[in-house]
């Protein structure tokens, strides 16, 4: 069982910079590969990133490539997520998930297996 508290949202300016956090509970951490994920209101939740369970490989949606960069610490039981030259269209609560099948490319959410609460992040314009 793997628990997941997220943390950093809040309000910013269109161009301007967050950084969100995914704390972990569990000594089983490092075994997980990890995903963002965000959920804007009507819309479907969509992927964001997805980091291996080494932090050797990382994926990004088309939508955030070259803007976020996800990362983790597995000494510190915590994955982030560096979002930069925010839009406003990024606005959406962020979600982490933990993901029991540490390789490969996968970008549903379905296929996750823990989450956490999520965090708000709103970009103005």
């Known amino acids: 069982q793997v628990q997941l508290v997220e943390s950093g949202g809040g309000l910013v300016q269109a161009g301007g910079s967050l950084r969100l956090s995914c704390a972990a509970s569990?000594?089983?951490?490092?075994?997980?590969?990890m995903g963002w994920f965000r959920q804007a209101p009507g819309k479907e939740r969509e992927f964001v990133a997805r980091?291996?369970?080494?932090?050797?490989?990382?994926y990004y949606a088309d939508s955030v490539e070259g803007r976020f960069t996800i990362s983790r610490e597995n000494a510190k039981n915590t994955v982030y997520l560096q979002m930069n030259s925010l839009k406003p269209e990024d606005t959406a609560v962020y979600s982490c998930?933990?993901?029991?099948?540490?390789?490969?490319?996968?970008?549903?959410?379905?296929?996750?297996?823990?989450w956490g609460q999520g965090t708000q992040v709103t970009v103005s314009s």
């Open positions: 998930a933990a993901d029991k099948t540490a390789f490969g490319v996968r970008l549903y959410p379905h296929q996750y297996d823990y």
């Open positions: 569990g000594r089983t951490f490092s075994s997980y590969a």
């Open positions: 980091i291996s369970w080494s932090g050797s490989s990382a």
